[in-house]
Nanobody, 123 residues
Framework: QVHLLESGGGLVQPGGSLRLSCAAS????????MNWYRQAPGKERELVAQ???????NYADSVKGRFTISRDNAQNTVFLEMNSLKPEDTAVYYC?????????????????WGQGTQVTVSS
C-alpha cells in the first residue's frame, strides 16, 4: 500500500506564490509519473502538471510559465511551485501517483491519490 500526503495549500493574494509538496510512502514501489490535478467548485478535475520517471514535464496551458513541477527522488517527494497566482487558480489540488508496487518480484500498476489541499487565491 502506498500513501500520498500533500501539504502547502492555503490562502494567498493574487500575484502571490505557494509551494505544494506531496510525499509518497509505503511498500516497495517505483514511479511511472507523478501528477498534480486540481478541482474547482462546479468543475471537473483537471491535470495541472506532470513529471515522468524520465524527468519530462508537462503543463496545462493555463499554468505554463507560472507553475513548476519538480521532484526529490531520494525523499519520494514531488513539488508544485506556483507563482503569479490568479483567482481562477483557486481549487483543491490533488497529488496523483502513477506507480508500480512490487510484491515477490511482481509489479502491479495503479493510480494513487492524496487527500487534497485547498488553494485559495483572493484579496
Amino acid at each position: 500500500q502506498v500513501h500520498l500526503l500533500e501539504s502547502g495549500g492555503g490562502l494567498v493574494q493574487p500575484g502571490g506564490s505557494l509551494r505544494l509538496s506531496c510525499a509518497a510512502s509505503g511498500s516497495s514501489f517505483s514511479v511511472n509519473a507523478m501528477n498534480w490535478y486540481r478541482q474547482a467548485p462546479g468543475k471537473e478535475r483537471e491535470l495541472v502538471a506532470q513529471i515522468t520517471s524520465g524527468g519530462r514535464t508537462n503543463y496545462a496551458d493555463s499554468v505554463k510559465g507560472r507553475f513548476t513541477i519538480s521532484r526529490d527522488n531520494a525523499q519520494n517527494t514531488v513539488f508544485l511551485e506556483m507563482n503569479s497566482l490568479k483567482p481562477e487558480d483557486t481549487a483543491v489540488y490533488y497529488c496523483n501517483g502513477d506507480l508500480t508496487t512490487w510484491t515477490a518480484g511482481r509489479g502491479k500498476r495503479n493510480d494513487y491519490w492524496g487527500q487534497g489541499t485547498q488553494v485559495t487565491v483572493s484579496s
